[in-house]
């Protein structure tokens, strides 16, 4: 029996929360779950996923959010505590930069990054945003994104919808000066425990030292690091 606080539109949202986190669902499941009208029911749902407390799928169910899990956790963002420890260990097997990017709207942002020492590096600050129109990264949050996002890059974007269907094919995207002259990366796709993209974590640095081919000499190690943010999350 669910308890009522006599604040209307928390009841609702919290009813919205249940109704997700039993099985992912889209509107029309949401509405017959909870009651709630049609308009009514996306506005809150919309709401929720705009503070990560609901997170929507490429299929376009809503389920729970990565905010969920970082309050329950004390404010610790659990993707942070498994890039610590994971993306140290890819910079020294590759002994090239590595980014970790989360997709906000139509810009990916770079939330942890592991530097070599010395050398030629391809830096990205903490905080940087991007635009997800060109690179490694983008390719990878664009191809695992729910279709209307797709769109909207893919009206923009230096690559098409064939390049998306290969790297989901394939698991991996790559890219050779598309962001900056100069620049190749390979990226790959780090799930959560349900299976859904929350990030794409990134091996970048200069096209004469990395290659024109940085997926067949980093694919391997990239998705395996990307394995292990997931076997963290």
């Known amino acids: 029996m669910r308890q009522h606080s006599g604040i209307g539109v928390l009841d609702k949202a919290v009813g919205v929360l249940r109704a997700t986190a039993a099985e992912p669902c889209g509107l029309a499941e949401l509405c017959q779950r909870t009651g709630l009208p049609r308009a009514t029911a996306h506005r809150l749902a919309v709401g929720l996923e705009v503070h990560g ?6 299929d376009g169910r809503w389920r729970p959010g990565p905010a969920l899990a970082e309050l329950s956790a004390g404010g610790v963002d659990p993707l942070l505590e498994a890039a ?5 260990r890819l910079r ?3 002994g090239e930069s590595v980014q970790l990017y989360r997709r906000d709207g139509m810009q990916r942002v770079c939330v942890a990054t592991a530097e070599p020492a010395s050398g030629l590096r391809d830096t990205v600050p903490v905080g940087t945003r991007l635009p997800m129109i060109a690179g490694s990264g983008a390719k990878v949050l664009a191809a695992w994104a729910e279709p209307g ?3 909207a890059v893919l009206a923009e974007a230096t690559f098409g919808e064939r390049v ?5 094919r394939r698991g991996w995207a790559q890219s050779v ?4 002259t100069g620049v190749a990366s390979v990226s790959a796709p780090v799930r959560d425990g349900s299976g859904q993209v929350v990030a794409a974590v990134s091996v970048s640095g200069p096209v004469e030292r990395i290659g024109r081919r940085p997926g067949v000499r980093w694919a391997a190690d990239l998705l395996a690091a990307a394995e292990a943010l997931q076997h963290r999350l």
């Open 92 to 94: 020294d097997i590759t």
């Open 164 to 168: 998306l269907l290969d790297v989901r």
């Open 53 to 58: 407390l609901l997170y929507r799928g490429s």
């Open 149 to 151: 996002v797709q769109r």
């Open 84 to 88: 610590a420890a994971v993306l140290p």
């Open 177 to 180: 000066a598309e962001r900056e």
